[in-house]
Structure formats: structure tokens, C-alpha cells
């Protein structure tokens, strides 16, 4: 799943008349940047929430996506990109179906009967080209009894104190998700908006919203989260590559320059 539904009300006037999303990053649409991830990742769908312009989502990139051969000639698609193929989208759109967006789990609540019972969550609004999307990890995961499993990001300027504890290694496991205080002397690194879920960390006990959100309940995604990892029940690792929230006009100009 792939988030798309927010305002940008930081991002202002820029997406007065585009959602942020669609904001130029290195003359590509910012969300087409994590399209071209999940592609190369042999993904085969992807449903992406809108709410504020989301009909420009689907305009931009309709029911199919697919990797594009590069401009520069010794930038053509690798064989494993040709193989991926392409992503078909579906779209859960909040803003026409509640007149607004409904937060992260009230999102991926809405979407969850368009969901498998392993799915990913990502941002449209983050900028993470190294990232990849392996098969090994989803493998890992299920055959783990975690509810999720998240890709931190060492803290950026914009949040300091971080927003999870990583636990220690064991046997090459991915350590536990740690919900430590903001006050804490352990380190804290900030989600990346990168995960592997399962859907029932969307049901009951942990979220109390029914499955498809009926009466569009708005919901944060971190108290699910911090629940959870109380519990042991997220792991965690960290993730060293390019990672920008574009969260500000000066955060995308600086990606552009």
C-alpha cells in the first residue's frame, strides 16, 4: 500500500493546486519514485490511498505502471527490471468516499479487503531510491510472529529525538521495535514509513476499526504500533541509504538543486 492521501499543508502554496505526491523530484513525479521501487521489486499491485486532489493521482498513473527504459544509454533497464514487469494500481479514495483523508490505519483499514495477509506500507511522499523491496525480507517476515516489521532511518534534522528504539541482534535476527520515552539515554532512530505488515495487526485486539472502515473512523498508525511493540510483537532494522521526508518546500528544492 502506498500512501497518498495527505494534504501537504507544509508544502503550501505548492499543493494548493498539486498534491504533494505529484511534486516534481529530479524531473520525475516524487511518487513516481517508490512506483519504480516496487516495480524493480517484482511487485505485481499496489493500492494507493488519495483523498486531497486524488483524482490527479489517478490521472498521472491510471491502473498500470511500468518501468521506463532510461534516458541515458548506458542506464537501460537491467534484465531482473525487464522481468518485473509492471505494478496495477487500485486506489482507495478516501477524499470521495469521506470528503478527507482518514490518517495512516484508518487508511490501511479502509484498504484492508484490498490487501493480502502480508502487505507493505510506504509513503508517496518520501524520497528512498536505494531502497528494495526483496522477496528475502517478506520471506523472513513471514516466517516470523511478528505483526510488523519497520525500516528505521537514522534522525534527520526535523526530528531529533527520533520515534523507536532498535533492539539488540540475536542470531542474526532483526532486533525488537523498542516504544521507549523521549527522555530516554538509549538511542531513538525515526521511522521511515518503510514496513512489512500483517493484517492483523488491523484487527482485533490490536485496532478496533472494523475491516474496510465503514463509517471512515480517522486513525494514527504509531499508538498500533507502540501497542504492539509492547507486546514484542514489531522488529526492526536500520536503513543507511538516500531517505528524505519531503515534508517542506526547502527539503524538495534542496533534492532538486
Request: charged share 20%; glycine share 10%.
Amino acid at each position: 500500500m502506498l500512501l497518498a492521501a495527505g494534504r501537504g499543508e507544509r508544502m503550501r502554496p505548492l499543493t494548493d493546486n498539486c498534491p504533494k505526491p505529484l511534486l516534481p523530484v529530479q524531473g520525475k513525479p516524487l511518487m513516481q519514485w517508490p512506483l519504480e521501487a516496487l516495480a524493480r521489486g517484482g511487485l505485481g499491485q499496489v493500492v494507493v490511498n488519495t483523498a486531497w486532489l486524488g483524482e490527479q493521482i489517478e490521472q498521472q498513473f491510471g491502473s498500470v505502471f511500468g518501468l521506463q527504459p532510461r534516458s541515458n544509454v548506458h542506464e537501460q533497464l537491467s534484465n531482473q527490471e525487464r522481468i518485473a514487469g509492471s505494478l496495477q494500481i487500485r486506489y482507495s479514495h478516501e477524499g470521495h468516499d469521506f470528503g478527507c483523508a482518514l490518517e495512516t490505519a484508518g487508511g490501511i483499514a479502509r484498504a484492508l479487503p484490498q490487501l493480502g495477509e502480508v502487505f507493505w506500507v510506504l509513503a508517496g511522499d518520501v524520497y528512498a531510491p536505494d531502497f528494495a523491496f526483496s522477496q528475502d525480507a517478506v520471506t523472513r517476515f513471514v516466517q516470523s510472529d511478528m505483526l510488523a516489521h519497520l525500516w528505521l532511518v537514522p534522525n534527520p534534522e526535523h526530528n531529533p529525538a527520533g520515534d523507536f528504539g532498535l533492539g539488540a541482534v540475536v542470531d542474526k535476527l532483526p532486533g525488537l521495535a523498542l516504544n521507549l520515552p523521549k527522555d530516554t539515554p538509549q538511542p531513538r532512530y525515526t521511522y521511515s514509513t518503510i514496513g512489512l505488515y500483517r493484517r492483523g495487526l488491523f484487527e482485533a485486539p490490536w485496532c478496533e476499526i472494523p475491516p474496510g472502515n465503514p463509517t471512515g473512523t480517522k486513525a494514527a498508525l504509531a499508538p498500533l504500533l507502540r501497542k504492539a511493540m509492547d507486546h514484542g510483537k514489531v522488529s526492526a532494522e536500520l536503513y543507511t541509504g538516500r531517505w528524505t521526508d519531503v515534508g517542506t518546500p526547502q527539503r524538495l528544492a534542496q533534492l532538486n538543486a
